[in-house]
T-cell receptor, first 116, second 117 residues
Framework: AQSVTQPDIHITVSEGASLELRCNYS??????LFWYVQSPGQGLQLLLK??????LVQGIKGFEAEFKRSQSSFNLRKPSVHWSDAAEYFC??????????????FGTGTRLTIIP | GAVVSQHPSWVICKSGTSVKIECRSL??????MFWYRQFPKQSLMLMAT?????????EQGVEKDKFLINHASLTLSTLTVTSAHPEDSSFYIC?????????????FGPGTRLTVL
């Protein structure tokens, strides 16, 4: 079974500073990897995804993530955070065949706080 | 595009009553919808997978008779929490799957906050 680990429960970053959120996954085959963001009381918004190809993927809101198979990681980065980036971030791995019943397994999330 | 709505956004009910939550894909057809629950400050846990026209597939530990799922059309799935109790209070989120090329993506609804008194 697949699993996702987000080692950092809470991260505090100054506005304008760079950000890296860590994500490690466990899955026997090629994973489908996702990063979602959730604002308080809201659903999830997809930031970016990796299916195949270029291991550096660009997402919305200036976020990017790099898939490193050797490290089983898919860390999320942003060069300069904005106060509006404060939210909960979830990494997820999808399992299943291409047309299969792909389930998402989520990490426990990282809460991002931005300070002035 | 790919908008998913949920109704209601929040609901308060008395213990022992049943509550129905709707999940709709507004601008696309979703053959598969997923139901998750999220406890405060925790991650999303998949409850069940709902395929249009067939019975839902529940995850281990989820009571089928308590959480009734119906996916009668390609744009609507419903989750009914029967005989709700305070421990059922949670944030329930649905997602709808869109086939995109050889891969599929899930789009999430805004969630429904259920409080059982």
């Amino acid at each position: 079974a697949q699993s996702v680990t987000q080692p950092d429960i809470h991260i505090t970053v100054s506005e304008g500073a760079s950000l890296e959120l860590r994500c490690n996954y466990s899955y026997g085959a090629t994973p489908y990897l996702f990063w979602y963001v959730q604002s308080p009381g809201q659903g999830l918004q997809l930031l970016l995804k990796y299916f195949s190809g270029d291991t550096l993927v660009q997402g919305i809101k200036g976020f990017e993530a790099e898939f490193k198979r050797s490290q089983s990681s898919f860390n999320l980065r942003k060069p300069s955070v904005h106060w509006s980036d404060a939210a909960e971030y979830f990494c997820a791995v999808g399992a299943g065949s291409n047309f299969g019943n792909e389930k998402l397994t989520f990490g426990t999330g990282t809460r991002l706080t931005i300070i002035p | 595009g790919a908008v998913v709505s949920q109704h209601p956004s929040w609901v308060i009910c008395k213990s022992g009553t049943s509550v129905k939550i709707e999940c709709r894909s507004l601008d696309f057809q979703a053959t598969t919808m997923f139901w998750y629950r999220q406890f405060p400050k925790q991650s999303l846990m998949l409850m069940a997978t709902s395929n249009e026209g067939s019975k839902a597939t529940y995850e281990q530990g989820v009571e089928k008779d308590k959480f009734l799922i119906n996916h009668a059309s390609l744009t609507l799935s419903t989750l009914t929490v029967t005989s709700a109790h305070p421990e059922d209070s949670s944030f329930y989120i649905c997602s709808a799957r869109v086939l995109a090329g050889f891969h599929n993506e899930q789009f999430f609804g805004p969630g429904t906050r259920l409080t059982v008194l």
